[in-house]
């Protein structure tokens, strides 16, 4: 008897259950090589290459040995089945962790810049002294300022500029004060109420005898709404700084370290609100400061300063008020001025903010 067509037989047709068992090895039915079964669409997955590098995301397709992968590092990839080595799947709020080893980092999405630059305030002041000895003095002090705001993050920068000249009836008997300021500063929010910065700031002011007075800080800062729901607020700052002074002879050139410690409040009175179409005024405001700096490494070097400012709008972009200064260096040299009081009449222009701008 010949078995030989019987056994061709026999052999066909556990072929073909063993195909349709799914027994074909050593990967899926109809792929020549060796991968894991695809998830279905929907789901949130982890997909790990035999290369070793990694994808996140969401199943959209997986037929003829390709799986299209919608990621949010890489958006919609199509990836081969032959070149994964693991498939698992993850639940979706897990879809917001870091990314994985190997991975690129996911962009954080875009945040809308702000920026505004102008005229915070030019401050003019003039004083009269009814006796003999006549008195006068005039004096513009203009502030800039720079600022641009994003996600967790702020830049200033202010420099203000002011010229005081006092005279009196006897010739040659002009006194000119100059005084320069400038301050540039990198904040970055902590959290709602709480920061961290970096700051640089320089100080020349001829009647106290300071030739320039450099201040390089870190620190931190914390506001607190006082009391809620007033629009006033309580922000005080804590940092350290190294200090450089240079002073007109007989005075030093000097290097200090210190730290600044201040306080302010501020407050803003909302108007009534304007009618549609109109834009709206600036808010009345109101802000007191006061600090001291304590330096470490060298005896009466300490300093302290105030500042007060009041601004009542009368356009939606100008306001008038008051403003006042006061600077105390107890490092001042002999025969020059501790201490400098500045007050006057302000007028403040503040531009709209450019979302974006450049």
């Not at 809308?112 to 003095?137: N, P």
């Not at 405001?285 to 060298?298: I, T, Y």
């Not at 005896?299 to 009542?312: K, V």
């Amino acid at each position: 008897m010949n078995c030989k067509p019987q056994v061709a037989l026999w052999v066909m047709v556990m072929g073909l259950v063993a195909g349709a068992s799914g027994a074909m090895a050593p990967g899926q039915a109809g792929l020549p090589c060796s991968s894991p079964r695809p998830a279905e669409a929907g789901s949130s997955v982890i997909v790990t290459m035999k290369n070793g590098e990694t994808a996140r995301g969401v199943v959209v397709s997986s037929a003829s040995g390709v799986m299209q992968l919608k990621s949010a590092s890489f958006g919609q990839i199509a990836i081969s089945l032959c070149e994964v080595s693991g498939i698992e799947a993850i639940p979706v709020e897990a879809m917001a962790v870091a990314p994985l080893k190997n991975s690129p980092p996911v962009p954080p999405p875009a945040v809308a810049k702000v920026r505004s630059y102008g005229l915070e305030a030019f401050t003019i002041s003039m004083g009269f002294t009814g006796s003999a000895s006549r008195d006068e003095s005039y004096s513009a002090a203009p502030t800039f300022y720079a600022l641009e705001t994003k996600a967790r993050a702020r830049t200033l920068l202010n420099l203000s500029a002011s010229y005081d000249d006092k005279w009196k009836a006897t010739p040659l008997s002009s006194n000119v004060t100059q005084v320069y300021s400038g301050r540039l500063q990198q904040l970055f929010n902590t959290g709602a109420n709480s920061a961290v910065f970096v700051s640089a700031s320089a100080y020349r002011n001829n009647s106290q005898g300071i030739i320039v007075d450099q201040a390089y800080a870190v620190g931190a800062a914390k506001t607190i709404s006082y009391p809620k729901g007033k629009n006033s607020y309580l922000e005080s700052d804590l940092d350290l700084r190294a200090i450089r002074d240079e002073m007109k002879a007989p005075g030093p050139t000097v290097l200090l370290a210190g730290s600044n410690l201040s306080l302010s409040y501020s407050r803003r009175f909302d108007g009534p609100a304007s009618p549609p179409g109109v834009a709206a005024r600036q808010p009345t405001s109101l802000v007191f400061k006061a600090g001291a700096v304590p330096v470490f490494n060298r005896a009466n070097s300490w300093q302290a300063y105030g500042t007060f400012d009041c601004f009542h709008p009368v356009t939606k972009s100008w306001s008038v008020g008051l403003q006042a200064v006061d600077n105390y260096f107890e490092i001042a040299p002999k025969g020059y001025n501790k201490n400098y009081l500045k007050m006057g009449l302000s007028i403040k222009y503040a531009l709209p903010a450019n979302p974006g701008g450049k």
